[in-house]
């Protein structure tokens, strides 16, 4: 008799353990994951509710995968007139970049490289129309080369040393 009331009781606390868990929990059909050269993808099929939180920063949409991008930059100002087949290369480097543009409106620009946290590690002002940027005193990392012209920016590329 005590042993039936005791899987009695063991089976009801159980029972009302496993019905007031909470987690997390997703009504797709089907999903997986895509691995391919250029990168990977996890996808999900039939999603049935989610939620978007907008604030002055920006939203972000509860329930879908939320990328992380870095891209090309372009200030409000349009530059591209005046400054024409603004290239850097190589990228990926190990030793010296080089920026070659076209200046064609007499702007006084200027470069920064930034790393991945804001840190200024080098710049020069009223830069030539061909440049080179030595970078072999720069760990292998990720970097950011800004061109500016008084303090407005032209255009951001993003660097990798090897």
Known sequence: MKKNKLLFFLTT???????????????????????????????????????????????????????????????????????????????????????NMINTGDLQLDYQIVDINGKVLKAEKNIPNVTNITVSAFPSAIYFLKITNQNKEVKTFKIIKK
């Open 13 to 99: 606390i159980s029972f009302i353990g496993i019905t007031s868990c909470f987690a997390q929990e997703s009504p797709t059909a089907s999903g997986g994951d895509l691995i391919g050269s250029n990168g990977s993808v996890s996808y999900s099929v039939g999603q049935v509710v989610y939620t978007t939180n907008t604030g002055s920063n920006g939203s972000v949409t509860q329930g879908v995968q939320q990328p992380y991008e870095i891209s090309e930059v372009l200030s409000t100002d349009n530059f591209s007139e005046l400054v024409k087949n603004l290239k850097v290369f190589p990228n990926p480097s190990t030793d010296v970049l080089t920026l």
